[in-house]
């Protein structure tokens, strides 16, 4: 078992457009942990997301990102994903005329066809994998996630609803098995039993080898996927860790009261 | 008697009446066509060049083209045995002969193969090389060879053409009698001369048939030049479907015009694939000469380099309760120009029209630059209209999302490409013309 972190950050600056959105951040995920990340809107959560995924309008002034003891900011954001990390993302990009089936056959060989090699040059046997076998994988995922056949050949989230969108992002990860899954407010948009359906997928894709940041504003997820720390993110840095119990602490306070909590245990 | 070029003769450069003389002797012309071809000479010469002060050519230089310096023919016209060896290096070329109805294949100025399939031929249709058609059925030519659709006094390209055309095919299907398979054509231009190219064809009332035109060359040092002119004339009540694919190689100077007259209750359903050529004007216009007569027009163009496309769409609404709608769809990369400029026009009296047109435009270089001009003309006062034209870059967050999912930037953008012509695609329900579009985007777009 490697004692590496999956991901390790540290005192992590990030500005778009000259403007400083992340403040000294850090954060150490392990093998086999859940940490939930919350803070208020406009904290930096997003940022930090996009930032880990390789998004190219974000600019790291100070700090650095690693994956297994590597810095990721040599990496395009497709080898990032080809090496294991995915970003559920908080807003699904529509993209007209690409259609579902043909974007995840694309996406999924990417990756397995990078993870193969891996393997093989780490001595292990590569996987290739034929058609017959991604759809037979597909429409399985898809039955599991409760996401209709017919998604496969509508274009990639054109006309999804915000649910239907994020249960989408949840098929990705399914097929695409990532060691380091950030998933941006998948929760919200959902109703009851979709939460329940997606919150379920994402616990049986859970390995031992595998770290999960959740990023979420409700406690509600953290019933269904039970997070080993929490995080609270103010202003572009983490301000206060615990475990599970710190969100529903934060439930009962909120921010303010949290902050308030804050100062004066910083006066005194 | 095959009609065919003499091999080894040399023909100075640039058109001339003597030129015109000498072609039509080669071919051993009957003196009605080679009137008709000095008639169009005479048109050619009184026509002025057209100038950018002309709307139709504002945005279209043609200055640098070099009309004294091109050789007016050229070409062998040995026959082939068999179409493969010639069409080989032909994309979607090489297809199985149980998959076409007939092939008519024209090598530089001559046809080297000409073949309809007997079942096809039995039912009365005609399907051959032009000369072959001058021969046999001199009266249907007389009738329909740029009278109608495309006349001679056309305009100044469509007069030189009128005075030089070569090889040609000819398609003609009788009264009620449907075709399922295309009739391909294929027009290769191998040799540094101009290419001339005619695509004529005539469906009778009720008749239905799908012609699939493909103009295909190397690319040459010296400068080329190639002239289409495509005539489609459709019978009260029949169907034709009319694919083009243009991949001229980036010497050529094309210009193509095409004219469909649709009667009554006739649908055309169009598709211009422009991909080749270093210049390509192009105009393609439909007759609505009846009512419920349907145009379906669609278009792709995809250029690169320093390639130019000038594509002038004409939906004539000359008759009532005619429908036709349009959609063109162009990608252009590196330092690749478009021009798209669509009229549609309702005449007088063509009350009930309904007219579709969209342009839309994806840019995939800094450098590329795309002009659409969408216009309206309505004489009529119960009609509906709409057009759009759009000129957008490639969404980054798109791409980044893609990239998100492991999948490298150029096949994110090819990905991205082929999206925004897949709708186009799927309005083609030929799978092969599917697979064929498919790849020509892919091989654009680099991969
Ligand atoms: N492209 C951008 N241009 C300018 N400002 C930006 C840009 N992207 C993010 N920001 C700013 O950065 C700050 C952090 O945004 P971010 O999306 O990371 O917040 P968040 O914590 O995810 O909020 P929420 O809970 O609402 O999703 C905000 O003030 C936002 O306006
Ligand atoms: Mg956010």
């Known amino acids: ?268 | 008697m095959e009609a065919t070029l003499t091999k080894g003769t040399t023909i100075p450069t640039g058109f001339t009446r003597e030129a015109v003389e000498e072609l039509s002797r080669q071919k051993g012309e009957p003196q009605w066509v080679l009137n008709a071809r000095l008639a169009a000479w005479e048109t050619y010469e009184q026509l002025p060049m057209p100038q950018r002060t002309d709307e139709e050519w504002r945005r279209t230089d043609i200055r640098p083209l070099k009309l004294d310096k091109l050789v007016p023919y050229a070409g062998v016209g040995e026959r082939v045995a068999s179409p493969d060896s010639v069409l080989a290096t032909v994309e979607g070329g090489v297809s199985d002969e149980s998959d076409r109805a007939g092939v008519v294949i024209q090598r530089d100025a001559s046809t080297v193969f000409s073949e309809i399939k007997e079942e096809v031929a039995k039912q009365g249709v005609i399907y051959c090389d032009l000369d072959t058609a001058i021969r046999e059925h001199p009266d249907l030519v007389r009738q329909y060879f740029m009278t109608q659709a495309v006349p001679a006094n056309f305009g100044k390209f469509e007069a030189l053409h009128a005075a030089f055309w070569q090889g040609g095919t000819f398609l003609y299907v009788p009264k009620n009698v449907a075709i399922e398979l295309p009739f391909r054509s294929f027009v290769l231009a191998q040799q540094p001369a101009a290419v001339f190219a005619h695509t004529l064809v005539v469906l009778e009332e009720g008749a239905e048939a799908f012609f699939v035109d493909a103009f295909n060359s190397p690319t040459l040092d010296e400068q080329g030049f190639a002239s289409e002119v495509v005539e489609l004339i459709l019978g009260k009540g029949s169907k034709l479907r009319y694919v083009q694919v243009q991949d001229w190689g980036r010497h050529v100077w094309n210009f193509m015009t095409e004219r469909a007259i649709l009667t009554n209750d006739s649908t055309l359903n169009s598709l211009h694939v422009t991909l080749g050529g270093k210049f390509s004007k192009n105009s393609i216009g439909s007759h609505l000469r009846g009512p419920n007569a349907l145009a379906e027009m669609l278009g792709i163009y995809f250029g690169d380099g320093d390639q130019f496309f000038d594509h002038h769409t004409w939906q004539l609404h000359e008759a009532p309760y005619a429908t036709s709608d349009l959609e063109f769809k162009g990608a252009l990369k590196e330092r690749a120009r478009s021009v798209y400029s669509g009229l549609i026009k309702v005449y007088e009296g063509a009350q009930k029209t309904d007219a579709f047109q969209q342009n839309r435009n994806l840019i995939l270089s800094r450098e590329a630059r795309a002009d659409s001009i969408p216009n309206l003309e309505i004489g009529a006062n119960d009609v509906r209209c709409t057009h759009g034209a759009t000129v957008a870059q490639v969404v980054p967050e798109h791409i980044f999302y893609l990239q998100a999912r492991g999948i490298p930037y150029t096949e994110a953008q090819k990905l991205i490409v082929e999206g925004f012509f897949r709708p186009v695609i799927d309005r083609i329900p030929v799978e092969e013309i599917q697979g064929f579009l498919e790849g020509a985007i892919a091989r654009k777009v680099g991969i």
Do not use: C
């Open chain 1, 1 to 268: 078992m490697s004692t590496v972190p999956i991901l390790e950050i540290e005192n992590l600056h990030v500005s778009i457009e000259d403007k400083e959105i992340l403040k000294g951040l850090n954060l150490t995920v392990n093998a086999g942990e859940i940490h939930a990340l919350m803070g208020p809107n406009g904290s930096g959560k997003s940022t930090l997301a996009y930032v880990i995924a390789g998004h190219p309008s974000y600019e790291v002034t100070e700090g650095s990102i690693r994956y297994f003891g590597e810095d990721i900011f040599e990496w395009s954001p497709d080898e990032r994903a080809r090496k294991g990390i995915f970003l559920a993302f908080q807003y699904p990009t529509v993209i007209p005329g690409v259609s579902m089936a043909n974007f995840l056959r694309m996406a999924v060989t990417n990756v397995r066809n990078a993870r193969a090699e891996a393997a093989a040059t780490d001595g292990g046997s590569a996987q290739p994998f034929t058609p017959r076998e991604f759809r037979k994988l597909m429409r399985e995922k898809m039955a599991q996630l409760k996401i209709d056949e017919s998604f496969a050949n509508r274009y990639l989230n054109e006309g999804f609803s915000g649910g239907e969108k994020k249960r989408a992002e949840i098929l990705q990860m399914a097929l695409l098995e990532p060691t380091l899954a950030i998933m941006d407010e998948t929760d919200s948009g959902l109703d009851i039993d979709a939460l329940r359906v997606v919150a379920e997928g994402v616990n049986s894709l859970m390995r031992p080898d595998m770290g999960v940041v959740l990023i979420t504003h409700y406690q509600r997820m953290l019933n269904f996927i039970k997070p080993h720390f929490v995080h609270i993110m103010m202003d572009g840095r983490i301000v206060q860790q615990g475990g599970p119990e710190l969100a529903l602490e934060l439930e009962e306070k909120g921010y303010e009261g949290l902050r308030a909590a804050l100062a004066a245990g910083a006066q005194s």
